[in-house]
Each structure stands twice: as structure tokens, then as C-alpha cells.
């Protein structure tokens, strides 16, 4: 099993930045990818952005491209999500996921408030 558990959600106005973490523990040896999606009230989950454990290979959903970046420290087996410029759309409940085999994991989610 791993467990994730996010951290570094606020509310802000727009334009500021807010980095978010996402710590695995447990059985974190198999993990795959680690990715980022968010849930806007009353709208599906979307995709925000993903990084491949093995070799750092990262993508982005077009929305946030050029404004949100995505690392990792593989020592911490933690995923941070740097949020700059802001906007009040990407006001959501952000979540991490991870993937080790045939197994994903979700986080608890961390809320992020963009006010306008």
C-alpha cells in the first residue's frame, strides 16, 4: 500500500503562486508516475499534470502549461506542483495520484482558492 498526503493548498488572489506537495509512504519502491489532477465543484476531475518516477519525463494539461510546473524529490519520494499567475479557474480541490503496478492511489486532496 502507499499512502499520499498533499499539502500547501490556501486561499490566494490572482496572480500569486502556491506550491503543493505530495508525500508517498508505504510500498513507494514500485511507483510508476506520480501525477496532479484537480475537481472544480459541480465538474469531473481533470488531469493537471503527470511526471514518470524513472527518467523524470513530465506533461501538462494545456491549461496550465507555462504557468504550473511539476518536480520531484525521488530522496523525499515527494511530487510538488508550483503554481504561478494564478487564476480564479484553477480554483479546485487538488489531488495526487500515483500509480505502482496495476494499483492507483489517491491523496486526500488539498483545496486551492483563487479569488479574483
Known amino acids: 500500500q502507499v499512502q499520499l498526503v498533499e499539502s500547501g493548498g490556501g486561499l490566494v488572489q490572482a496572480g500569486d503562486s502556491l506550491r503543493l506537495s505530495c508525500a508517498a509512504s508505504?510500498?513507494?519502491?514500485?511507483?510508476?508516475?506520480m501525477a496532479w489532477f484537480r475537481q472544480a465543484p459541480g465538474k469531473v476531475r481533470e488531469f493537471v499534470a503527470q511526471i514518470i518516477w524513472s527518467g523524470g519525463m513530465i506533461s501538462y494539461a494545456d491549461s496550465v502549461k507555462g504557468r504550473f510546473t511539476i518536480s520531484r524529490d525521488s530522496a523525499k519520494n515527494t511530487v510538488y506542483l508550483q503554481m504561478n499567475s494564478l487564476k480564479p479557474e484553477d480554483t479546485a480541490v487538488y489531488y495526487c495520484k500515483a500509480v505502482g503496478g496495476l494499483t492507483v492511489y489517491w491523496g486526500q486532496g488539498t483545496q486551492v482558492t483563487v479569488s479574483s
Open positions: 508505504g510500498r513507494t519502491f514500485g511507483l510508476a508516475n
